[in-house]
């Protein structure tokens, strides 16, 4: 079956320019996260989606830094006004819920990135 | 605040080695701790641990929780070129969050 993919894999732009990432998680999984990692850091968390609920944003470095989510499956993380230290490798995750038992999973599984460079 | 640790930040082994990496923890309302390698981009599942002193084994990896010490370890034999990656843990929260080591950099020379 299809993993998580994420578009596009490379972006360059310009200072101040907007940009928009997209992921597209696994099929029937109800959880997304995203994460940015900058070069030699570990995995930073930006904003998790799980369900119907209102996500999380508690990561969101800055209000240029938004996410949406659209029927529940793909979801376009927005940097507006992009500034050299955006520059990072931006990774989208997902994980199923449990249903019966009332609980998530914690095993999440990474698409391959897009490596947003700002110039 | 919830923090993962991990050491070493990087470690340099020669084919056959074998390596252990650490992952120590502080968190509220543990549910479960999550071993992940990153080669390139996208890091790939390896483990998950829940309960104290269980081994979990895939080939020649292995990995061990202990609750009461708070840290887990990821055990490698006979280390491979093909080994070498980042090694990342982190801990799982009841809401389905992870919160992430900075992880450990493993280089295997031949």
């Known amino acids: 079956g299809a993993g998580v993919s994420q578009s596009p894999s490379n972006k360059v732009t310009e200072k101040g320019k907007d940009v928009e990432l997209r992921c597209d998680p696994i099929s029937g999984h109800t959880a997304l996260y995203w994460y940015r990692q900058s070069l030699g850091q570990g995995l930073e968390f930006l904003i998790y989606f799980q369900g119907n609920s209102a996500p999380d944003k508690s990561g969101l470095p800055s209000d240029r830094f938004s996410a949406e989510r659209t029927g529940g499956s793909v979801s376009t993380l927005t940097i507006q006004r992009t500034q050299q230290e955006d520059s990072a490798v931006y990774l989208c995750?997902?994980?199923?819920?449990?249903?019966?038992?009332?609980?998530?999973?914690?095993?999440?599984?990474f698409g391959p990135g897009t490596r947003l460079t700002v110039l | 605040e919830d923090k993962v640790v991990q050491s070493p930040l990087s470690l340099v082994v020669h084919e056959g080695d074998t390596v252990t990496l650490n992952c120590s923890y502080e968190v509220t309302n543990f549910r479960s701790l999550l071993w992940y390698k990153q080669e390139k981009k996208a890091p790939t599942f390896l483990f998950m641990l829940?309960?104290?002193?269980i081994e979990k084994k895939s080939g020649r990896l292995s990995s061990i929780l202990d609750k009461k010490e708070l840290f887990s370890i990821l055990n490698i034999t006979a280390t491979q070129t093909g080994d070498s990656a980042i090694y990342l843990c982190a801990f799982g929260g009841s809401q389905g969050n992870l919160i992430f080591g900075k992880g450990t950099k493993l280089s295997v020379k031949p």
């Open positions: 829940t309960s104290s002193g």
């Open positions: 995750a997902s994980s199923a819920y449990r249903g019966a038992s009332g609980s998530w999973y914690n095993e999440q599984f």
